[in-house]
């Protein structure tokens, strides 16, 4: 492993999890009066993050803990896992019931502003938790074989894009602040590059495919608690179930698509 392989596998993974900066910048096409894409974007990240637990991450701890348990204690496990992570929101919620909004237009109603900011946290806090392996992943494949490590970069950095709108546009409606908005898709996605030089320099053979397996049980759980607590709700509130439900839709489809392109 030469210094120029690690070097450019480094800027693989910076290029996929900065792209979540693409989809963050939307807020500055964004007007605080076009309520409905605020209601369309939260219902469109819903679909993101309940697809990509149920559809990647699940099925690939599923498939990995079978293989070292069966699949028995395998099913178990993840399920206990997935409950723990949706547990593990619902207590950070007791503990830090509301977060305080100084400053901003956005939404009118101080509850509904905060609220929401708290979403884009949350959802910014989980996307970066889902990244982190993502980064791993990306520089694995850039050291083992290049056009591979292109390929996968190339392939996450499309469904980090609309990962940046989920996180961008609850913090913009919140704040009426679009740069913080921009700020905290940045925050997300630099989780990715992060991943990459933590698997360089300390990871090593610690972070196994057991391990691996069950932090996305854990993440799964702490994504599809946000989406349905959160996500789902707060679409309906500030647009119609029709909007909530042609978001979801599309949030699947998309990540449907840059998944086939993983694969």
Known sequence: MTDSTVCMALLLSLFAGLSTCIGGA?????????????????????????????????PEAQITLSNLYGNYYATSMLVALFLFGMLLVYGIEKLFPSIKIKQGKGVKDEKGKNRLFRTGVLVAIALAIHNFPEGIATFIGGVNNFSVGIMIAFAIAIHNIPEGVAVAAPIYYSTGNKWKAFRYSLYSGIAEPIGAL?????????????????????ISGIMVYISLDYLLPGSWRYGNKKDTVNGAVLGMAVMAVSLLLIN
Do not use: P
């Open 26 to 58: 939307v807020v500055f096409f964004s007007d605080l009066k076009n309520i409905r894409f605020l209601a369309l974007s939260m219902s469109f990240a819903a679909g993101v993050m309940i697809y990509v637990s149920f559809m990647e991450m699940l």
């Open 198 to 218: 933590v698997a360089f320099l300390i990871l090593g053979d610690y972070m196994t495919k057991e391990v691996f397996s069950f932090s996305l049980a854990i």
